[in-house]
Every structure is written in structure tokens, then in C-alpha cells.
């Protein structure tokens, strides 16, 4: 199954990194945090991979340009889609290179240990339109538990709540593009179909990390640094 991954962006949030490197090309440990998303996908036997650029695009088919870059029996399409483009567009400019009449979709700043062939299955058995990998929400802060006098019982450091979220590693039919209008970001067309019951979600409770700010690559070179990084994603980096 074909894997496209959204890589255009221009990662306003982490500036003035993002400045002159996209976002997909910034590195944890020796590689960029899109070549473990691609390696990832491999693992599980999806090597044909779309990525829709924007953002110094050139950039990133520079570097997959380079054999050691470049895993054994990947197959990688570049298509530029624009710079102010919304993801929603993106994916629409892809609707002709997709082969199937299901396709994987990643964002290329997530990283996250689910078992994709799991998701698919999960996919197949439910028929839905859209599923989409759903990760327990995290506080970014800690929480104070008291009781009901507010004697602080104890400290919880940022833990995880019991809400659920979109942890992208979706799987879709292709016929969602349909349903893609123009100038629509992706995500409002899952509420949509949300509506009509067609959206299933792949509960996830494993390692999920994604990449927004600069604390948050801090965060992940620091697992790298640890080996834990490697352990979740059951991939080497050289």
C-alpha cells in the first residue's frame, strides 16, 4: 500500500530552525525525523512512499538523492505541491499517483509505534471511510491532586489524560478525496464524514511523540541518545 506523507509545511512553530530546513529534515540523532517515519512504514513492508512538498522541497529531494540516504527498495515520488498550499489541496494534487483504492497517510513530524498492518486490518474489518490512529492526550503540564479540603494528596507530571486524539497513521479509502473541497484542510473533511458515521478510530496506547517545537526535539535526541527511540520504533539507524 502506497504511504504519501505530508512534508510541505513550514513549521512556523519551531522558527528560526525552520528558517532554512524544513521541518521533515531536522534531525534526531544522525538522521532526519522523516527518513524514521519512511523507515518505520518499511519495516512493516510499505516501501512505495508520496511526499507532498512545499517548504523548501528541493531540499528534501536533495537528500534522498543520496544512495546512503535512501533505504533498499524504496520507491519515492516528489511531487511539489505549492507553498501556501493547505494539506487538504496537497492531498488532492496526489489523488493520480495513487494505484489502490486505499492509500496510507503520515504527517511528517510524528513518530509513533502502532502496528500499521494492525490499523489496516482494523480498517478492512470496519469498512469505514477514514481510521485513523487515536493516542491518549498528555498534559503538558503536571497536575496537582488534592482532596476536599485541597490538602495536595500528590504531583502527577504531565500525565496522560482521558481524552483521545488524532495521532495521524491513517488509513483511507481513496474516494475520501472526493470529499476533499478545494481550499479544505484534511481535517475538515473527517469531521464531516464524521458526521455520517464513516470515521473509525484505532485506539493506540504505545509510544507516540510528535515534533512542533524546539522542546520537543530536544526531547527526542534525548531518547535517541538513550536507545529508547530505536527500541520503540524497532529500527537501526546505521
Known amino acids: 500500500m502506497q504511504v504519501v506523507i505530508l512534508c510541505g509545511g513550514k513549521g512556523t512553530r519551531m522558527y528560526p530552525t525552520t528558517e532554512e530546513l524544513p521541518k521533515p529534515l531536522m534531525h534526531i540523532g544522525d538522521r532526519p525525523i522523516?527518513?524514521?517515519i519512511m523507515k518505520f512504514y518499511s519495516k512493516h513492508g510499505h516501501k512505495d512512499f508520496i511526499l507532498l512538498l512545499g517548504f523548501k522541497g528541493e531540499m528534501i529531494k536533495e537528500y534522498f538523492s543520496k544512495p546512503e540516504n535512501k533505504e533498499s527498495g524504496w520507491?519515492?515520488?516528489f511531487l511539489d505541491t505549492?507553498?501556501?498550499t493547505k494539506k487538504g489541496d496537497r492531498i488532492r494534487m496526489a489523488k493520480k499517483l495513487i494505484k489502490g483504492d486505499k492509500f496510507l497517510l503520515a504527517y511528517g513530524d510524528d513518530l509513533?509505534?502502532?502496528n500499521i498492518n494492525d490499523v489496516i486490518k482494523f480498517h478492512e474489518k470496519n469498512g469505514k471511510m477514514v481510521t485513523l490512529t487515536s493516542i491518549k492526550l498528555v498534559s503538558n503540564f503536571g497536575i496537582v491532586e488534592m482532596?476536599?479540603?485541597c490538602t495536595v494528596k500528590q504531583f502527577k507530571e504531565k500525565p496522560a489524560l482521558d481524552h483521545w486524539i488524532s495521532g495521524g497513521y491513517l488509513v483511507l479509502n481513496k474516494e475520501l478525496i472526493e470529499h476533499i473541497k478545494p481550499g479544505m484542510d484534511e481535517t475538515d473533511a473527517f469531521e464531516a464524514l464524521a458526521s455520517e458515521g464513516k470515521v473509525q478510530a484505532f485506539k493506540h496506547e504505545g509510544f507516540w511523540k510528535t515534533m512542533n517545537t524546539i522542546r520537543d526535539i530536544q526531547e527526542l535526541n534525548d531518547l535517541w541518545k538513550k536507545g529508547e527511540l530505536q527500541k520503540y520504533l524497532g529500527i537501526e539507524t546505521s
Open 112 to 114: 509513533c509505534d502502532v
Open 34 to 36: 522523516l527518513w524514521y
Open 147 to 149: 482532596d476536599e479540603s
Open 75 to 77: 520507491d519515492i515520488t
Open 82 to 84: 505549492g507553498l501556501e
